[in-house]
């Protein structure tokens, strides 16, 4: 690697762990567990996944969406019992490595990775506008007195504008690292009073220290974990496969998801062990990356090198950090991610995409990102099945050998009904010839659905004959005829 591509990749690492800083924090009191445990989650995992995982450029850390699926934990049982269930979490994702099941990504539809990539857009720029509210008393949140509110929307303009403009001019230098720095110029500049990162928590810290969850090793400690990991294990996977998949077609790259599953699995262990909370692929820093040039691994290792460094020697200085300057540029980044042609693209694509385009953004808005999936997921399988049932169709015609059916389609669970009503046994002839040679036998019912059929000519003394069968149809339909009705078959 030449010195250069060195210089791009830490400073896209260092850009990059700049970024985590706040959002980890703000992750770490959403899960109700000191900032420290997101901050050694965050750069543990964000190492590993970087030095062992299967796509380089990427940038994992403590993630929101593990965060409220933990905070209940927390409130309910304690910190500890988290530590156990992160464990065990990693440990699941291992096994799912291990079984090779990464390539299920392969299963999500297009338009369930545009909903993905909206609905996570809007709740990065969402997860934003906490910055702008304060507490006045326990209980009581509202917005920053407007001065306050001005002052903190201008220094977010500068980065906005700044990041948004400096690669049109370079792209020697990341932008949103440009950005960062020059609403901190500012604000020391013009001795602006403004929240800073330390306003929200000291992330200063040590080395973090080898830990054994203080929680009973028992059947009952297992079933308070169990539900928890797997749903934390299935969120992690999925944003971060989901992640992985867009960065992919970003970069015109390949990768290797089952080696990222079986990273962020061991970062999810690691973590534990050493006082973290659960994390995966993050989209907003991972784009940070991008943008910056980071393509490599280096920019991954650089990221959590430099958070430990900010944890362990530059917490007085990162605190000095405005806000406002992170702030601004994860909504540059909220703007990136978002898929602006699929608005323009709704009235060209069938209108069962566009629903679950949306019905996916929603969900990932409202609930998590695990649920939005499988319900777009769901939603896109039916629908498929409901078109290719539609396609199924039968000719019928006489020959001197008798009357002859003639299939063409996909025959399985939804078109099985429309199958059986295309027969009349009653009234054909005494030899019936169904024709496969344009039509697939897919499932269990369509077997079923040919079984029955072939018990309904039998029934009238008649006998029905199937031919042009493929080798595989044919053995699945001898191995279902226990009853001796479609034995012997025709040749054809």
Not at 453 to 467: E, G, N
């Amino acid at each position: 690697m030449r010195v250069s591509e060195v210089r791009i990749e830490v400073l896209a690492g260092l850009t990059s762990a700049l970024s985590l800083v706040p959002e980890v924090v703000g992750f770490a009191l959403v899960a109700h567990v000191n900032p420290l445990t997101g901050l050694y989650a965050a750069f543990i995992i964000c190492l590993v996944a970087a030095a062992m995982g299967g796509r380089p450029g990427m940038i994992s850390g403590a993630a929101g969406s593990m965060a409220v699926v933990s905070a209940a934990l927390v409130l309910q049982h304690g910190v500890e019992y988290l530590f156990a269930t992160i464990i065990l979490t990693g440990i699941l994702q291992m096994i799912f490595a291990w079984f090779r099941l990464g390539k299920l990504i392969r299963m999500v539809p297009h338009p369930v990775m545009i909903g993905f990539v909206n609905g996570l857009a809007i709740v990065i720029a969402s997860a934003q506008l906490q910055h702008f509210r304060t507490r006045s008393s326990p209980g009581l949140e509202g917005w920053m007195q407007p001065s306050a509110l001005l002052t903190m929307l201008g220094l977010v303009v500068v980065t906005v504008v700044v990041t948004a403009l400096l690669p049109k001019l370079t792209k020697a230098f990341p932008s949103a690292l440009a950005g960062i720095l020059a609403a901190t110029a500012c604000a020391f500049a013009l001795k602006i009073h403004t929240r800073t990162v330390g306003d929200l928590a000291s992330i200063k810290g040590t080395l973090p220290q080898f830990h054994l969850p203080s929680v009973p090793y028992d059947l009952q400690t297992l079933r308070i974990i169990l539900p928890y990991a797997l749903i934390l294990a299935t969120i992690g996977l999925v944003e971060t496969l989901l992640t992985l998949n867009l960065i992919d077609e970003i970069t015109d790259t390949g990768s290797q998801p089952n080696r990222e599953s079986m990273a962020q699995g061991l970062g999810n262990l690691v973590g534990a062990f050493f006082g973290g909370m659960g994390g995966c692929a993050m989209i907003g820093q991972s784009m940070i990356n991008l943008n910056a040039g980071g393509r490599r691994r280096l920019s991954g290792i650089a990221a959590g090198g430099f958070l430990l460094a900010f944890i362990l020697f530059g917490s007085q200085w990162i605190e000095k950090i405005p806000l406002a300057a992170l702030v601004g540029v994860m909504f540059v980044v909220a703007a990136e991610t978002f898929s602006w042609k699929s608005l323009t693209g709704m009235a060209r694509i069938p209108k069962h995409d566009t629903l679950v385009m949306l019905v996916v953004t929603a969900v990932t808005v409202l609930t998590n990102l695990a649920v939005a999936v499988i319900a777009g997921i769901v939603i896109a399988a039916l629908v498929f099945a409901w078109d290719h049932a539609q396609e199924l169709e039968i000719t019928v015609f006489q020959e001197e050998k008798g009357k002859v059916y003639r299939l063409r389609g996909s025959l399985f669970f939804a078109s099985a009904t429309q199958f059986s009503g295309f027969f009349d046994p009653k009234n054909d002839p005494d030899e019936v010839f169904l024709e496969f040679d344009e039509a697939r036998i897919m499932d269990s019912s369509a077997l079923e659905a040919v079984e029955a059929l072939a018990f309904r000519y039998r029934k009238l003394d008649k006998r029905l004959h199937l031919l042009g069968l493929s080798n595989h149809c044919d053995k699945l339909l001898r191995r279902k005829d226990g009853a001796g009705l479609l034995l012997p078959l025709s040749e054809g």
